[in-house]
């Protein structure tokens, strides 16, 4: 009795160490509905960066147990169904749920304090309310701000409101005024929505019927400046707005300011169109390079179209003027301007086990219309390339004997411009014969055996290389898993 006794106390002793809840899926559920706001990390026990995570996220855990935070962790190794219900593409993946149904990335640091800063702010209340007198501070209390004007028993609008706020809550502040007299004196009708800004035109107002997905839409076409600013924050958003980007490379703020009103006539005349934005040529300066333009002479000016990768510099013997770039943006609006495309020299052979593409020749390699194309996007400084590169070696040579079928390519992307787009290094793709317009991209094992069993069961002639057996089983242990720390594959050029 007595052993038992000291054996469950010790146990229990064991099982309070950690403020970190293990969540499997009979309970995941659970916890995250009993408690308002949770912060998940999704891991795997063999990933490096959730090994260096673990101490930082103990601490934050302890100390965010007394507001009544919850932090908890999902082995995805046992939980793989819980883990692909939510998302989790790499680890360690971490989310802060309220409820099951609002679900945000967490976007901050690793560390500690980060994650007990951010926290205690999500804690906080999404809208601050405010009064006529609190009003005027906040509406300048940061670039962007959302005042919601609605009557104090108008419950519909202060939920759709607050709502909205929950999900944007990382992007802008939200203030509420229920005073009916203040809405007056701004000049709007309950209810609605004034976004005051410390640009352009200075304030915005929402007054249609409030609906969550319509204020979002407001919020985000209001909040972006005419001519913006790139930088870590805004470059994806940029990428991934559809439509081509123009740069404005200047050294100092005043600079770029002065060239952001100088250029917002073009801006305005291609709003929706074409984004404009200055990029700081001090702290960004290299990714002028990418652009085909020469980095140092500034300021500089180069439109991106980014869906097509395609680059047009303009030319840096010319003064950036709003005359001379109204011009060039209306011709490259017209098509009329030629891309830039960056190549090293075509190779005067081909000699070696793996063929090099480069820009000039990409087309005719590439796009061989009767060969299988396996094709490596990589950088020279990154590590993963280079640790693949003898296997790489291997794999042409084992291709040598049926290069009419197929061809093992590789294309330094940094110094080429290529069609792709291409997100980490290295990117394998596979152009099939006859069916160039879709190449596979492939996410398997970074072995000679991975890559020979793929191209087989894959590629469009089926070609067997029987690699030697005893070779690829040894590689095999070595494979790397599917999903890798996602830190080491992708290099952020901003
Ligand atoms: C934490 O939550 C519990 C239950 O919801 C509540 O009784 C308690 O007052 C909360 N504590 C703090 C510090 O908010
Ligand atoms: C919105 O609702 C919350 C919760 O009921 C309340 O505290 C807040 O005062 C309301 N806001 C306005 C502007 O009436
Ligand atoms: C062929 O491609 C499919 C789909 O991408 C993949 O599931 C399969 O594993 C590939 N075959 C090999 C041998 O890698």
Same mark, same amino acid.
């Given at each position: ?14 099982? %309070?160490?950690?403020? !970190?809840?293990? #969540?499997? +899926? =009979? /309970?995941?559920? @659970?916890?995250?509905? &009993?408690?308002?706001? *949770? $912060? ?82 999500? %804690?906080?209340?999404? !809208?601050?309310? #405010?009064? +006529? =007198? /609190?009003?005027? @501070?906040?509406?300048? &209390?940061?670039?962007? *701000? $959302? ?92 990428m991934s707005a559809g439509i081509p980007l123009a740069y404005i ?246």
């Amino acid at each position: 009795m007595r052993t038992a006794a000291l054996f469950s106390l010790a146990f229990a002793a064991l099982a %309070a160490a950690s403020d !970190v809840a293990d #969540l499997k +899926k =009979d /309970t995941f559920n @659970d916890h995250i509905e &009993s408690h308002e706001l *949770v $912060l998940a990390e999704f891991f795997a026990p063999w990933c490096g960066h959730c090994k260096a995570l673990a101490p930082e996220y103990e601490e934050a855990a302890t100390t965010l147990k007394e507001k009544n935070i919850s932090l908890v962790k999902v082995d995805c190794t046992e939980q793989a169904d819980l883990c692909q219900e939510h998302g989790v593409e790499g680890y360690p993946t971490l989310k802060v749920f309220r409820g099951l149904k609002s679900v945000q990335a967490y976007p901050g640091a690793r560390k500690s304090a980060a994650i007990i800063s951010y926290m205690t702010k999500q %804690a906080l209340p999404a !809208v601050s309310v #405010l009064d +006529k =007198d /609190t009003l005027k @501070d906040f509406k300048t &209390s940061d670039s962007v *701000v $959302l005042v919601g004007y609605f009557g104090a028993d108008d419950k519909a609008s202060n939920e759709t409101f607050t709502a909205v706020a929950d999900s944007l809550r990382d992007s802008y502040l939200f203030g509420a005024i229920s005073d009916e007299s203040v809405a007056k004196a701004e000049g709007v009708e309950q209810p609605s929505i004034v976004l005051y800004k410390t640009f352009d035109e200075g304030k915005n107002t929402f007054d249609k019927k409030f609906d969550e997905e319509a204020i979002k839409k407001f919020a985000k076409a209001a909040a972006t400046p005419l001519v913006g600013e790139v930088g870590p924050d805004t470059y994806q958003g940029y990428m991934s707005a559809g439509i081509p980007l123009a740069y404005i490379f200047a050294e100092t703020e005043e600079e770029r300011k002065e060239l952001a009103k100088e250029l917002k006539s073009v801006a305005e005349t291609y709003k929706g169109k074409i984004n404009f934005a200055t990029i700081d040529a001090k702290a960004f300066g290299q990714h002028a390079s990418n652009l085909n333009l020469e980095v140092g002479k500034w300021p500089a000016f180069a439109i991106q179209d980014t869906a097509k990768n395609q680059k047009y510099p303009f030319d840096q013997g010319k003064k950036v003027t709003v005359k001379d770039i109204t011009a060039f943006v209306d011709e490259f609006s017209s098509g009329k301007v030629k891309p830039s495309i960056k190549s090293e020299p075509t190779p005067e052979n081909q000699d070696g086990p793996v063929t090099i593409i480069v820009a000039n020749n990409y087309d005719e390699i590439v796009m061989d219309d009767k060969k299988d194309v396996l094709v490596e996007f990589y950088a020279p400084w990154c590590g993963h390339c280079k640790a693949l590169a003898p296997k790489y070696d291997e794999l042409g040579e084992l291709f040598k004997p049926f290069a009419d079928k197929v061809t093992i390519a590789k294309v330094d992307a940094t110094l080429n411009d290529v069609p792709d787009d291409i997100q980490g290094f290295p990117t394998i793709k596979l152009f099939l014969a006859g069916k160039k317009s879709e190449p596979l991209t492939y996410s398997g094992g970074r072995t000679v055996e991975d890559l020979t069993a793929w191209i087989k069961e894959n590629g469009s002639h089926k070609v067997d290389v029987s690699a030697d057996k005893k070779e690829a089983t040894e590689e095999k242990k070595e494979a790397k898993p599917a999903v890798v720390d996602i830190d080491d594959e992708i290099h952020d050029e901003l």
